[in-house]
């Protein structure tokens, strides 16, 4: 491992000890905040007493689901508006603004419309993240070298053949980026929508135990969280970082 | 693209949007999703209300706020991330993986510390603005090309020269890009806050109405927020091009 890596995991060891200390020497009041080494304790027991399991299997199943209706939708809507060179147009300043309006505001509506249960949640997690897919695509589109359509006709492929052997390798890196993003956003969106209101899942028992007082409970599903969240980013991170690696472009 | 062209794209777009409105009204039913012309009559009047005007000061004070530390401190990190290499490459991971996660979570952590308070609602809100201002004025300082600082020296420009005629113009337009990703996120922390938990603002007041089964008033402000955001969003973009075509 690099020097810089070695740095970094210092600088996060010292913030979570440095945390730690403040906690147990009560700088930082046990209500507000309990040491970290508490919440991995909470959160080992929870797990491995499985009361809310549920709960975590569910929310995480909405991300999922959320994500993969974005990553096939997006890409499939990306190619057809890819297609159709006037509708693209037309749709640029949508996509300009899309992700400048804080779209939650619209998740009451959802509410209202279909009821409290877990279609509104996966709605919001494909509208935040379905029009980063799209525009992923679109721009993976975009940059296919003219020389490859060039290629193709030089080698007689037909259409279904120039797409897969082609066009589909020269976006895939854009595609990806579109994939990780993607992820995320559902994230955000799942997880914010459950905060706000939800018949169950991860967001809505950590709010539930925020109002009652349960600290314990709280950071460690935060805990939970926040440790799979960076745990999915990083490794999509990498998967990237390697790809682009592999065509020499990539940094070390 | 001229201005003209751009300009029917966008008419396109919101009437296809009200349309999609209308359409959706028809299927859900009144009670669930009011129809796109009593929505807006209701909205001319709930603006000049006082009602409105309240909660609507109240979410612009605390977002005000909020910008102001997302900018102060994103540019302070983002600064000097970008100046000292060695700072960058150790923290621009750390920043990324903090950029992805979903802050909301920490959102009981903030009011523990703060309270149900206007401070707790400005802190949420720049958790979220301060990350790509910092990111993106980090890479700015980064892509400088060196022959410019190469030329400020054969030029011998002294230190604030090289600062105010080289490093600031060639930083900006990469640096309002941040600036404008961080307004639309520090909104969207500020309004998060205000429909988890507050008693003041537009996103109490959609929650609320929501809660009452008004829809009309829910979808009301939710239209204003829209257009404050759209119209937002597209001021900085125009700035941004105009700094873009003149660097």
């Known amino acids: ?252 | 693209m001229t201005t003209a062209n751009r300009a029917i794209d966008t008419v396109i777009i919101l009437i296809v949007l009200l349309l999609a409105w209308q359409a959706l009204h028809q299927v859900v039913g009144a009670t669930a999703l009011p129809s796109p012309v009593p929505t807006l009559a209701y909205l001319a009047k709930l603006l000049p209300s006082e009602r409105f005007a309240e909660n609507a000061l109240a979410t612009l004070v605390c977002f005000f706020y909020a910008l102001i530390l997302s900018y102060g401190i994103g540019l302070a990190i983002g600064v000097w991330m970008g100046v000292h290499r060695l700072s960058g490459a150790v923290g621009e991971p750390i920043l990324i993986s903090l950029y992805t996660l979903p802050k909301v979570t920490l959102y009981p952590v903030v009011l523990l510390i703060f309270g149900l308070s206007l401070s707790g609602r400005v802190t949420f809100g720049a958790m979220h603005g301060v990350l790509p201002v910092a990111l993106l004025t980090m890479s700015a300082i980064r892509n400088i090309p060196p022959v410019y600082l190469k030329s400020a020296r054969t030029l011998h420009l002294s230190r604030w020269q090289t600062i105010l005629t080289m490093l600031f113009p060639a930083t900006l337009p990469e640096v309002v890009a941040g600036l404008r990703i961080g307004f639309t996120l520090t909104l969207l922390g500020v309004l998060l806050a205000e429909m988890f938990a507050a008693k003041h603002g537009l996103g109490f007041l959609i929650i609320n109405a929501m809660q009452l089964l008004q829809a009309e008033e829910m979808i009301a402000v939710a239209v204003v927020l829209f257009a404050f955001a759209a119209l937002a969003n597209a001021l900085l973009l125009w700035i941004e091009h105009l700094l873009h075509r003149r660097a």
Not at chain 1, 39 to 46: F, K, N, S
Not at chain 1, 109 to 118: D, H, K
Not at chain 1, 120 to 126: F, K, R
């Open chain 1, 1 to 252: 491992m690099s020097r810089v890596a070695w740095i970094r995991i210092a600088v996060i060891a010292i913030a979570i000890a440095l945390l730690e200390v403040c906690c147990r020497l009560g700088l930082i009041d046990h209500r507000v905040v309990i040491p970290p080494s508490e919440m991995a304790d909470a959160l080992a027991r929870l797990l491995i007493s499985g009361q809310d399991n549920g709960q975590i299997a569910r929310t995480f199943g909405i991300v999922l689901v959320a994500a993969v209706i974005s990553v096939i939708g997006g890409f499939a809507l990306g190619a057809i508006i890819h297609a159709l060179p006037r509708v693209r147009q037309s749709l640029d300043p949508f996509f300009a603004t899309y992700y400048a309006v804080p779209i939650f505001i619209f998740y009451p509506v959802m509410i209202v419309i279909f009821g409290l249960s877990a279609i509104p949640i996966v709605l919001m997690g494909v509208a935040t993240a379905i029009v980063a897919m799209i525009i992923a695509t679109l721009n993976g589109l975009d940059r296919i070298p003219h020389v490859l359509t060039k290629v193709a006709r030089v080698h007689r492929m037909g259409r279904i053949g120039t797409a897969l052997l082609l066009k589909l390798p020269a976006a895939a890196p854009h595609l990806f980026t579109g994939l990780k993003l993607a992820v995320s956003y559902a994230f955000i969106g799942v997880i914010a929508s459950e905060f706000i209101l939800a018949p169950a899942g991860l967001g809505r028992v950590i709010s539930d135990a925020y109002t009652d007082f349960d600290n314990r409970q709280m950071y460690a599903l935060m805990l939970l969280l926040i440790i799979v969240a960076t745990v999915v980013n990083m490794f999509l991170h990498a998967v990237d970082q390697r790809w682009a690696e592999r065509r020499g472009i990539g940094k070390t």
